[in-house]
Each structure stands twice: as C-alpha cells, then as structure tokens.
C-alpha cells in the first residue's frame, strides 16, 4: 500500500529529528553504516528523545508566555526547527559520549561488560594508545612512524605517518627527514607495532634484558636472511659445486 504524497511528507517530518542524530551519529564515529531497517529503528528511537526534548522546550515557552514575556505562539515551523536543533545535538552528544568510552567505561567498572564502545579491536588499539607504531609489510620491512590517521578497518583505507623512517634489522631506525608524511595502503601491512615511550617503566628497569633481546632478534633475522639467499641458489650452482668433487654442504 502506498502513502500519499502528503502523508509520506507529514511522516519525514515526524522522522527528520531521528535522520538527522543518526546522521550525525555515523558522521563523527567509525560505526559503519546500518541496513534500512536498523537505520530506521534507530530514526525512530532518536526521534522519541528528540520529541520528548521538543515537549518539554515547548512547556517551559508556554511557562514564559503565561509569566508576561511572549514573543509569539508557538507554531509547526517552531516544532520543526526544535526538532532539529534537537536531533542534531543528540547525535553529536551521543557521539561524543561513545567515541570517549564514557558509558562503558562507567559500565565496566561496575563489572556489567567487558566491552568496550569503539566497533572493532583495530580501531580501539589506534584510539586507546597515541604513540609511535611500527608498520610490518607483508614483504618483511618494517616502517616506523606517528600515526595522524589510521583506516577504520585493517583490509581497506590508508596509513599516514608523520616523521617516517624504515627500521634496519638491528633495530636501528633510518629517518626520511626529507618527508613530511608518508601514505602506505592498508592492504600492504600485515601487522602494527605500538612501541612505548622512552621513560616507560617496563623500558627503564629491563633496560639491559631488551637489548639483549634486540641483539638476538636482530641475529635470528639476520640468519633467515642468509637462508632465504642460500635457498634462492639455482640447480647450475649446486651442479657446479658436485662436478668439482666438492659438496654444497662442505663448500666455504
């Protein structure tokens, strides 16, 4: 059944207050975007707010009108422009609220949830911990770098680092200064490092227990290095080293 013109138009303005705070809402969040009836419900629940918030502007007014101060009856352009001041400031609070964790902040201290309000690990991981990051690519190197933005999912978007610098097998970090920024595709990094700070605890007490251990990552690379080139030989090579009277596996 199909509404008429007039009627469909009287049922966006009712809704309009709820389009706009969802609108909102995804504008300023990485909350990826709904199907039409999950887009819908939640019109609908932000238009009952916004109502609610329309009904009680609208008493406290008619309070004023009644005390001596008027500047007019309240009319449906009144009702509409509330409206959507109200939906509009909703979604904006409401995103404010969920991109700083505050509801479930609150709700996990009390013990009720273990989850937090960000969509995803990945971009809770970018959002908790403002830091230096090292991108490993998916060909071994590894690009270190201050992340201003980050895609909203790991498959799709971009990485742009300021203050680059590739990071040499023994930990060493080659900087660009040549380079203000640097965009690197997500589809190109397997893995994200978050490096601590200087004067971190954990950095300061085991000081001496970290570069030993940066010592004998850098060696373990170093020898898968060396065996990737060794495998890499061709069949001729080895031939040659066999018709010589000498094996492969003797050879210096």
């Known amino acids: 059944m199909e509404l008429p013109s007039s009627d ?15 609108a909102a809402f995804h504008a300023l969040t990485p909350y990826p975007k709904r199907d039409v009836f999950e887009r819908v419900v939640a019109a609908l629940i932000f238009t009952l707010f916004a109502q609610l918030i329309v009904a009680a502007i609208r008493s406290i007014c008619t309070w004023i009108g009644t005390s001596g101060f008027s500047v007019g009856a309240w009319s449906v352009e009144a009702d509409l422009g509330w ?10 609070a409401w995103a404010h609220v969920v991109n700083n964790g505050l509801t479930h902040r609150f709700l ?3 013990g009720t949830t273990k989850k937090t309000s ?3 690990q990945w971009f809770s991981a970018f959002a908790q911990r403002e830091r230096y990051i090292i991108l490993q690519f998916r060909d071994g190197r590894r690009l270190m770098g201050w992340p201003l933005e980050w895609p909203d999912e790991p498959e799709s978007g971009h990485f742009l680092l300021e203050r680059p610098g590739w990071v040499l097998d023994d930990g060493t970090k080659a900087a660009m200064h040549q380079i203000e920024v640097f965009l690197v595709s997500a589809k190109d990094v397997e893995a994200v490092e978050f490096l601590r700070f200087k004067d971190d605890p954990t950095l ?10 940066k010592a004998s990552l850098a060696q373990t690379r170093k020898e898968s290095a060396s065996g990737e080139q060794g495998n890499a030989e061709s069949p001729d ?10 094996s492969p596996a003797t050879a210096s």
Request: proline residues 4%.
């Open 8 to 22: 469909l138009l009287n049922l966006f303005m009712k809704l309009l207050p709820g389009f706009l705070a969802a």
């Open 83 to 92: 409206g959507a001041a109200a939906g509009l400031t909703m979604g904006v």
């Open 108 to 110: 996990r201290k009390l």
């Open 118 to 120: 960000l969509p995803t």
């Open 204 to 213: 300061v007490d085991n000081h001496a227990e970290i570069e030993s251990a």
């Open 237 to 246: 090579r080895a031939a040659g080293h066999e018709s010589a009277g000498v």
